[in-house]
Each structure stands twice: as structure tokens, then as C-alpha cells.
């Protein structure tokens, strides 16, 4: 194939400042803006996702943000494809691509040449493993797949039924666990000369973030947001329905325990600031990435600085090897 494109890669926890970073970034360098957030997908999904609106969007071009609906199936697989695509065109325009968001799978799926599962082979299983979560819970099946997949089972979470369904199938498809057939070629078939980095404020501070973050949606609408959703027939059946606070939202909406609207609110913090840990222990594991700790403006600025000049050295060196 050609030459390298050149793709600055911008990862990190929820509420970490990923967007408002590449945002800045490709506003300095003339870049487009490729998400990897497993949510920000669905339309009419706005307040829950943090999706960037209509100002944010009209300061930097972005890509696999509403692209399709909240009843549909949208797999790993489609987005290394739409991903990929969506780097490679903004190069060609000559734009330098950055690759934002907190959805480690969707970042392994670009930056490596993931050996996916196979689909499902035996209906009854994943019959049998559903009937299972109605008797024991996704928590439940969730202990399950830590004895068997312990890997598979950090990076999903406990409430997560339909991808912890599928962890469970793979392995009994399979007889191997998931994260072994995730493993990254070295040689993968897509080449990017790559600048890599995670936005992790410590602790307190992304805590703090977390639970104001939280605040903000819910003044926003997002209970409105849930039900409107509910009214289109979408239910907490649906894979888009799985993510943090809509599932949440809509158990409290069919009238599921706890009753008290503040309670919800709390155990969506909860689960958020385990989410973030998730992500960050997810992205330790992961090689080429420089992390960046911006617990206040100064040195979220620094960290911008640091994360310009990379894109500027990715634009010299590719551009130079091209015309060598």
C-alpha cells in the first residue's frame, strides 16, 4: 500500500476533555474529528452521550456521530470499516485525521488488525444464555464470565447483558475467550504514522467532573431524552439502550427500583466513575500511548501544546516521506 497517513489518536476516560482537546487541535491544524464513543452513534441520543453540539460541531468537521438509529445493531466490525474509511477520506483532502473518544475495542479495531469472532454458529446458546440472565441477572452472568474471561469481563460492564451474552457465546463457540481472538496483528493492514495519547485527570478531579457532568444532562433533559426514546418503541432490550444512565433512566421510567429520581441519578455517577476506571484500565494495557494528567486549565493548555506539536511533526515526516 501507500505511504503512512499520519493520525493523532486522543483517547481517554469519559468526562476527560477529549472532545474540547481535538476539538482545539484540529481548529489549529485543519483536521477532521473521527469518534470512537460506542454511543454517540445513535441519533437522538444527544444529552446521555455528551454528543458535541451544534456549536462544537460547527468548529471542526466530525465523523460516526448520528449514524444510525437507536434500534439498530452496530458492531465493532462495522466500525473498524466506517472508521478507517473516515480517516483515509479526511487525508485525502488533505486534513489530518484525529481519532477521539473513550471506546477501547474501537480504538484496538483502528490502530491494530483485530482477529474477530466468528458470528454465532448455535442459536440455542445464545437462547439459553438470555433465558439464564432472566433467572440470574447480568451481574450474575457477568461473575461468570470474570472465571472464564477475566479480560473480557473488565472491559464490559456488569449491567452490560447483550455484550456479556456474547462474551459467554464466544467462549463456548469457541472454546477459547474472547480476548484471545481480539488479539492485534503487528502488521495490520492499514498503516498510520501515529502520535498517541489518553487524557487522565487524577482521580478527584475526574470524580468531580463526573458528577457535574452527570448534573448538567439531567437539567438538560435527559430523563425527556429517555422517554421520548421510550415512546419510539425503543427498549432496554435495544444495544443502544445499554449505556450508562439510559439504562438507568429507562428501568426508572418502566417503574423498576429505586423510585426516587435522586437515587437513579446517584447509581448513574456510581456506574460512570467505574466506567471511567474501566477505560483507564483498558487503555494501561494498551501500547504507544503517552498519557497526559491535565488536573487544571493551565495544564490542560500544556497538554494541548504538547499534543499540537505532535500533529505538526506527523504532517512533517509523512508528507516528507511522501515526496521522497
Known sequence: MGQPIPLLVIAGPTASGKTEAALRIAQMIDGEIVSADSMQIYRRMDIGTAKPDAAERARAAFH?????????EYTVVDFQRDAREAIASAWRRGRLPILSGGTGLYLRAV???????????????????????????AKGLHRRLTDLDPEAAAAISPGDARRIIRALEVCELTGRPMSALQSVDPSPPFKYNLAQYVLAAP?????????????????????DEVAHLQARGITGRHQSMQAIGYRHLMAYLDGQPPDDLGEVVALIKRDTRRYAKRQMTWLRAEAGYQWLAPGDPGQFNACIAIMRAAAHRLLATTRAATEG
Do not use: H, T
Open 203 to 223: 482521580r478527584a478531579v475526574l470524580s468531580e467532573r463526573i458528577d457535574s457532568r452527570v448534573d448538567r444532562m439531567v437539567m438538560a433533559g435527559w430523563l
Open 64 to 72: 460516526l456521530i448520528d449514524i444510525v438509529e437507536p434500534d439498530a
Open 111 to 137: 490502530l491494530g488488525n483485530l482477529d474477530f469472532p466468528p458470528g454465532p454458529q448455535d442459536k440455542s446458546i445464545r437462547a439459553r444464555l438470555r433465558a439464564e440472565a432472566e433467572q440470574v441477572g
